[in-house]
T-cell receptor, first 111, second 113 residues
Framework: DAKTTQPNSMESNEEEPVHLPCNHS???????IHWYRQLPSQGPEYVIH???SNVNNRMASLAIAEDRKSSTLILHRATLRDAAVYYC????????????FGKGTLLTVNP | EPEVTQTPSHQVTQMGQEVILRCVPI?????FYWYRQILGQKVEFLVS????????KSEIFDDQFSVERPDGSNFTLKIRSTKLEDSAMYFC???????????FGSGTRLTVV
């Protein structure tokens, strides 16, 4: 499994953009980059994923470096509900590949 | 939106007792998983299950653990003789054909005393 490095914690103010970085320098060429988040007392929740191109969905955007050794999850306007631990997880494209969670980044959103 | 349902939400058991944690995956999903999270630690993979058999398991998933899909809807994790160190949140997840993401349940908090 590719090793990932994320900041332990980050802080943001409500309504402001948040950029959550992740380094995954040992990622293999076929691994997708998945982001999950875990709200307090909840199970992990899918946020977004990508392979090479930047991706957008209703929750967030994912910017992937050209060499794929890092990526950034972008929350365009943080809300209090976005306070969670965010995990960046390189994962193979096969259907049965397990998710290997790191420690993630604890995002605090201030009102 | 379809959900993965786990019961009970909290279970307290005596050391040495057997426990069964229950999950109802999303109905058309085919791949099922158990993960656990000890308080303050990472989410750890335990086991994956497909086509009525285990497809992968971690070192944590020793002989004390077993999984079963007893009918078309439930997916269970059994711990035969619980230890204090089994105290954790246990998450069930499922994945469906054509989907890119897993859906996790809200977890069962297991406390072994």
């Amino acid at each position: 499994d590719a090793k990932t490095t994320q900041p332990n914690s980050m802080e943001s103010n409500e309504e402001e953009p948040v950029h959550l970085p992740c380094n995954h320098s040992t990622i293999s060429g076929t691994d997708y980059i998945h982001w999950y988040r875990q709200l307090p007392s909840q199970g992990p929740e899918y946020v977004i994923h990508g392979l090479t191109s930047n991706v957008n969905n209703r929750m967030a955007s994912l910017a992937i470096a050209e060499d794929r050794k890092s990526s950034t999850l972008i929350l365009h306007r943080a809300t209090l509900r976005d306070a969670a631990v965010y995990y960046c997880i390189p994962r193979g494209g096969g259907s049965n590949y397990k998710l290997t969670f790191g420690k993630g980044t604890l995002l605090t959103v201030n009102p | 939106e379809p959900e993965v349902t786990q019961t009970p939400s909290h279970q307290v058991t005596q050391m040495g007792q057997e426990v069964i944690l229950r999950c109802v995956p999303i109905s058309n999903h085919l791949y099922f998983y158990w993960y656990r999270q000890i308080l303050g630690q990472k989410v750890e993979f335990l086991v994956s299950f497909y086509n009525n058999e285990i497809s992968e398991k971690s070192e944590i998933f020793d002989d004390q653990f077993s999984v079963e899909r007893p009918d078309g809807s439930n997916f269970t994790l059994k711990i035969r003789s619980t230890k204090l160190e089994d105290s954790a949140m246990y998450f069930c997840a499922s994945w469906g054909q054509g989907k890119v993401d897993y859906t996790f349940g809200s977890g069962t908090r297991l406390t072994v005393v």
